[in-house]
């Protein structure tokens, strides 16, 4: 079966759900950590796959609201998390929820408005003295 190769324009929400399908399945491992936020004296990072992933569809905001949420995390003492972002079916909006790993919601946010095109999975792993933030993929 040969790849078809055409100009037509991609919409926004193609191209961002592609993008999110590439960092998704192909982000295995990181060359780096990085610091999410100084507030948290350097104990929250991230990975390459999920730096990119924020940089290329413009979510730096989803960060930020895991960072608004780092001492309620902290004190329920869980070892892995996992962070959703699961949207509206009116598309509008969507809801950040964090999880044990299995089914118990330890946080919830509704969230009015994302331009967000697709629902979004991330895995939170904690080592006893840093939290760090990683596509499924990199686990």
């Not at 950590?33 to 507030?39: E, P, T, V």
């Not at 044990?100 to 006893?128: S, W």
């Amino acid at each position: 079966m040969e790849t078809q190769v055409t100009n037509e324009p991609v919409t926004l929400e193609e191209r961002s759900n592609l993008l999110y399908g590439i960092y998704k399945s192909q982000s295995t491992g990181t060359d780096s950590y990085h610091i999410m936020n100084r507030i948290t004296g350097g104990k929250l990072i991230m990975t390459d796959g999920v730096r990119n992933m924020f940089e290329e569809l413009q979510c730096y905001w989803l960060g930020d609201v895991i960072v608004s949420y780092y001492q309620n995390f902290c004190r329920l003492n869980e070892d892995f998390m996992t962070v959703k972002i699961i949207k509206n079916l009116n598309g509008s909006g969507c809801t950040f929820v964090m999880t044990d790993g299995d089914t118990k919601e330890l946080i919830t946010q509704r969230i009015t408005y994302t331009d967000l095109k697709q629902n979004i999975n991330m895995y939170l792993q904690f080592d006893g003295t840093t939290y760090c933030l990683m596509m499924p993929s990199e686990y």
